[in-house]
């Protein structure tokens, strides 16, 4: 069930021509509230699960982190994170979130963005997750939120003359898969409420520090096509949580 | 800013017909999760606010505990609780919850169901609470959900038979008082995210244990019209929180 589309070949092409593959973490709207919930990181062991083209890795170092290891389940997406820098303390290693299995306190801060949403069984990659930090430690989080993946259209309801009239929400208590469209590809999402997602983290013995619905950054706003619709309905769900 | 519809004749009357208000708890979909996350009353100090009829009040006493205070904003509403027992060990108060001022760790349990949304002004509320409480005592609350308090008509979308279509999500980011039509009254209702009341009650000091957002009891699912579409979306938000 461990989903690996970022290897097939059209959808890397359409993922890597998305403002936030060309122009990293400032074409990200959820970015400036991310970068907000993440702690001092000088000196600290970094990891980073569903890294991608290793953004936050990189920025990880440049505030100072002393190691960072960057977890993708695509080969393709970490060929193009090597591509982007050559510092020797960010290592990538191709591995799906739930084969992590490391040593106890291993990290001091595990970060994950917008990658959570794709995997079955949280409660158990939360728990290694827990094992692998030192205590203290922090876990930052973020996935697309229960009020975006509740239906599997992912979608406006549009009026007539196809306007966004609302955000329409159905099927919200029915947790599990959801084939939604992402880039012209059926990918499986898999939806959790908003209580079953801070109780699996509580479960697996986190204290949760701050949430964040994050509003796209204001400079950002007239940019692109619909962000102002943003601010309608949440679509991701940001977390910090504390060992 | 105190809202008061509870001593309107009219709303009184009717809220005084609903289902949970003539048979009490049991006919609260809601009940049987928040009952799951009360902690053991005996031997505990309870205070209940927005208590209403006293339907907590009494159960918490009939869970053993040693005193029970019931705070209600509405003179119409603790005189109902008030003919409903004749405990000495429930007592009740006519107060707004914005104006509490109890001594520090005067309670070992606070619990508010469904009246939180009425609430301009959470935040020192929270801080009365958290100083009112012992420490480790124990925080439980329920409100009306961000994603039913969003839009002011907090109604279904619906297709052109009448049938509901799904729950319409807009307005989520901006926060603050929504004219609501409860009961064919209006009522001022606060629309706060879900970011927002997890933060308030954190920045009180509050540790999160554990979160609801209540199915219907499935005992209650045909027994009332439309109790199906609870399912569909999330309508209370419940909360157990530890000081």
Redesign the interface.
């Known amino acids: 069930m461990k989903q690996n589309k970022y290897d097939d070949p059209q959808f890397f092409d359409k993922y890597s021509q998305m403002p936030r593959s060309t122009g990293g973490l400032k074409e990200a709207g959820e970015w400036p509230a991310l970068r907000a919930m993440l702690p001092d990181m000088r000196g600290k062991r970094v990891l980073d699960l569903g890294c991608g083209f290793g953004w936050h890795c990189r920025y990880a170092r440049e505030q100072g982190a002393s190691t960072v290891l960057g977890l993708d389940i695509s080969e393709k997406m970490l060929e193009r994170a090597r591509a982007l820098s050559d510092d020797p303390a960010i290592s990538y290693r191709c591995l799906a979130m739930e084969d992590i299995d490391f040593a106890a306190e291993e990290f001091d801060v595990v970060i994950s963005s917008l990658a959570f949403h794709y995997i079955q069984d949280l409660e158990e990659v939360y728990r290694q997750i827990h094992h692998s930090l030192v205590p203290g430690g922090a876990f930052i989080l973020s996935f697309e939120h229960p009020?975006f993946t509740?239906?599997s259209a992912q979608d406006w309801?549009y009026g007539a003359a196809g306007e966004r009239?609302?955000?329409?929400?159905?099927?919200?208590?029915?947790e599990g898969p959801r084939v939604a469209n992402f880039l012209e590809t059926e990918v499986v999402k898999y939806h959790r409420?908003?209580?079953t997602h801070?109780?699996l983290l509580?479960g697996a013995g986190f204290?949760?520090?701050?949430?964040?619905?994050p509003?796209p950054a204001i400079e950002l706003l007239d940019k692109y096509d619909g962000m102002r619709d943003e601010?309608?309905?949440?679509m991701f769900?940001i977390i910090s949580a504390v060992k």
């Open positions: 009020i509740a239906r309801h009239l609302h955000w329409p929400v159905d099927d919200y208590q029915s409420t908003v209580a801070l109780n509580i204290t949760i520090k701050e949430l964040s619905e509003q601010l309608r309905r949440p769900l």
